[in-house]
Structure formats: structure tokens, C-alpha cells
């Protein structure tokens, strides 16, 4: 009887063992699947192009007010979420986006904190700030949020406020871009600041807006080109919609890119579109990235991978 009693205590150790080996085995391959599937993802999302210039707003103007100047008929287009943001952006390839501080919000940076706090792997912020209401903490505290840049214009004034300075003494100390909205005249004083700040990094938005005119001036190019003196600065290739011509296919452009990629070379160029502006009307985001993608024969593919993607990703995402 003891015997019997044995064998049946010891086959039901045996069927209970086999069932949580394979609850383990089935647990272990859920994991596996998972894990599997989110290194996919996450490799799609890496091995992607970046956008390093889009705008969003929402029009939800209870939960994100708009600043006092501005009223919802100010929203145009009435909305740019990132959802709508992806209907373009993502047939094109691109996966991951650099976020610029909408005009409308003002100093309030909220709505593009909380959209950077949903998908951390796919967006970085670019911020505007009260400089007058102690910038180097308020740096800190945004580069803890996603930040990695901040947007600043009116070159001129900038040697003259102790703000400003403090702004960009901090940008080097934590590896904050100055991000400049600027005119082909300020360079002058960009380069001065570069000289006074060598180790804080530099943006160009908009290729310095050489050709909103719709002429590219030679002396303002080169004036732009002097700043690649400088081995912080880089400068986006953007907004390709309001420079030159102003309409697809933009080849007109492709001899300033060309000599961008001469003097700053591949690591410190990155394409960006600025939407929503960029598909306003007739103009589409792939108006914009094939510019770069398939229209000018001078760039190489690995010139194509920087400005697509690598050097933004150094900018912006390296940290």
C-alpha cells in the first residue's frame, strides 16, 4: 500500500512538475516574443530618418491656453498634433522628430513636454524660455523633460544681456544647443558669440533664411560659411518651401547645400522640414526630403545618412 501510495505521489509530483515547466516554457517564450517585438521597434525607430524641426499644437486651448497675444483663429492650421504630424512623416520613413516650441504657447513649453513624456524614444524638444527668470535652472530643469536645445532670435542684443550670456555659458556646461531663428544679417553677431562661447553648441535653422528673398546673395553665404569656423556649430537644411523658388522640386537650392557640404561637412548638416508649414496648400513633406533623399547627384549616400539622420541624432539624441 505504502508503495502504491509512493507511486502515485511520486506521478503526481512528476505531472505537476511537467505543467509548471510548461507554463515556464510558454511564460518564457511570451517573453521572448515581447522582448523580441520591442527591439524591433525600437530598432525601426533607430534606424529611421529625423525631422529636426517640426511645430505641433493642439486645439484644445483649455488644457494647453495659448499666450495672451494669441486667440484660436491664430491657430493655422486650426490643428498639428503629432498624430496629424505622422500622416507625413511616416511614409517618408522618418521615426523620430525634434519638437520647436510653438509661438502660440509662448513660455509655456507644456504641450510639447507632455507629447516628449509619452514617446521619449521618438521626440526631443527645443525650448523658449523666460531669460529673465533665472535661465541656467530653468535649463537644467527642461533638459531633465527632454529638451536638448533652446530657441533664441535677435542676434544683436544678445553680447549685451547678461541673461543671454548666461544662457549660453550653461549650453556648454550641459550640452544645451543655442538654437538660432536668425537673418542673413545677424551672422555678425552669431559669429561674435561663438567666439565669446566656442564650446556651446550651435544650430542654424533654416540655412540662416539665405533665399527667403528669393535670391541667394553670394556674400551672405559666404558670411554663413565663415561660421563653420567655429566646430560646435551646425546648420539645418530647412524650410526649403520659403527659400529660392519656394516650389518643388527646389533644385535651385542645391548649390548652396553643396557648398554648406564643403565647409561644415556631412556631421554638422541635418535636414528638417518645418511643418506643419511645409504641407500647407500643394507643398507635401515628401517635397522636402526628396530634396535630399533623391534630387541632388553631389551627395553621396553616406552624405544623405548624416544629414538624414546621424547628425541629428548626435545633437539632439545622443543622451
Aim: hydrophobic share 40%; charged share 25%.
Amino acid at each position: 500500500m505504502k508503495n502504491n501510495q509512493r507511486l502515485i505521489l511520486d506521478r503526481r509530483q512528476i505531472l505537476q512538475a511537467g505543467l509548471a515547466a510548461t507554463c515556464l516554457t510558454i511564460g518564457s517564450a511570451e517573453k521572448s516574443a515581447a522582448a523580441s517585438s520591442s527591439d524591433t521597434e525600437e530598432s525601426r525607430i533607430r534606424n529611421g530618418w529625423i525631422d529636426a524641426h517640426v511645430h505641433i499644437w493642439t486645439p484644445d486651448v483649455q488644457a494647453y491656453p495659448l499666450a495672451k497675444e494669441y486667440g484660436p483663429s491664430s491657430l493655422q492650421p486650426p490643428s498639428f498634433t503629432p498624430v496629424e504630424l505622422m500622416t507625413h512623416a511616416a511614409p517618408c520613413d522618418v521615426t523620430r522628430v525634434v519638437l520647436i516650441q510653438m509661438s502660440f504657447y509662448g513660455f509655456d513649453n507644456k504641450y510639447m513636454l507632455d507629447v516628449i513624456a509619452e514617446q521619449p524614444s521618438v521626440y526631443r524638444g527645443v525650448a523658449v524660455i523666460d531669460t529673465s527668470q533665472d535661465p541656467r535652472t530653468k535649463m537644467a530643469e527642461l533638459r531633465s523633460a527632454g529638451v536638448r536645445g533652446f530657441r533664441i532670435g535677435d542676434a544683436k542684443r544678445w553680447r549685451d544681456s547678461l541673461e543671454m550670456r548666461t544662457m549660453w555659458t550653461c549650453g556648454a556646461e550641459q550640452e544645451l544647443a543655442m538654437c538660432l531663428l536668425i537673418n542673413p544679417q545677424e551672422l555678425p553677431a552669431v559669429s561674435a558669440m561663438c567666439r565669446d562661447y566656442p564650446r556651446t553648441p550651435v544650430v542654424i535653422d533654416h540655412i540662416a533664411r539665405i533665399g527667403a528673398e528669393g535670391t541667394i546673395d553670394p556674400q551672405d553665404l559666404e558670411a554663413l560659411s565663415r561660421l563653420a569656423d567655429f566646430d560646435r556649430v551646425r546648420v539645418k537644411l530647412s524650410a526649403f518651401y520659403a527659400l529660392g523658388d519656394k516650389r518643388p522640386p527646389h533644385r535651385e537650392l542645391g548649390p548652396m547645400i553643396e557648398k554648406m557640404l564643403s565647409r561644415f561637412g556631412r556631421e554638422r548638416l541635418m535636414w528638417a522640414t518645418d511643418c506643419p508649414y511645409q504641407v500647407q496648400g500643394n507643398r507635401t513633406y515628401r517635397d522636402s526630403i526628396d530634396l535630399i533623399r533623391t534630387e541632388l547627384d553631389f551627395l553621396s549616400n553616406e552624405d544623405r545618412e548624416w544629414i538624414l539622420r546621424k547628425t541629428a541624432e548626435a545633437q539632439f539624441f545622443a543622451s
